[in-house]
């Protein structure tokens, strides 16, 4: 039997894949489909993407919700890719709200410290997912990743 990764949404917003031994942080980007499913494109070129066994696109499926510090959570359904219950939670900001659902603004900073801005929009609707990437550089060490 194939041993499931497992996910995790660092506190730069960056997903966090773990593979046996080793861990990944893919540069790519989220976004939402209009069945509310959590999308991560992979911007990384084949080969890398190969070597571990990782598709173009990664898809969560689960149930969102707000916590208490008003982050974005998926908590995971079980799937063959994916194990129940583990969290992936987003910081940043509610930007919108209306009766259908929210807008929420993340940040991300990529391996190139690059920051993003993207518009996670929940539930979509059909609505596109909006990114804004703007070129800030840093030096900034990211925290340490704690796996549940």
């Not at 940040?107 to 993003?116: E, L, N, Y």
């Amino acid at each position: 039997m194939k041993a499931k990764n497992q996910y995790l949404v660092d506190a730069q917003n960056r997903l966090m894949i773990k593979l046996r031994q080793k861990t990944l942080s893919p540069d790519g980007r989220f976004n939402i489909d209009k069945d509310n499913r959590l999308h991560y494109w992979l911007n990384a070129p084949a080969a890398w993407r190969r070597e571990y066994g990782l598709p173009g696109k990664i898809r969560f499926r689960g149930n969102w919700r707000l916590t208490a510090d008003h982050e974005l959570e998926l908590i995971l359904d079980k799937t063959a890719g994916q194990s129940a219950g583990e969290c992936l939670v987003f910081k940043g900001e509610i930007i919108a709200v209306d009766r259908d659902g929210l807008a929420f603004e993340v940040k991300s900073r990529d391996a190139r410290g690059q920051s993003h801005f993207q518009i996670l929009n929940y539930p979509d609707g059909g609505r596109q997912t909006s990114t804004i990437a703007s070129v800030l550089r840093s030096k900034e060490r990211p925290p340490r990743i704690s796996w549940c």
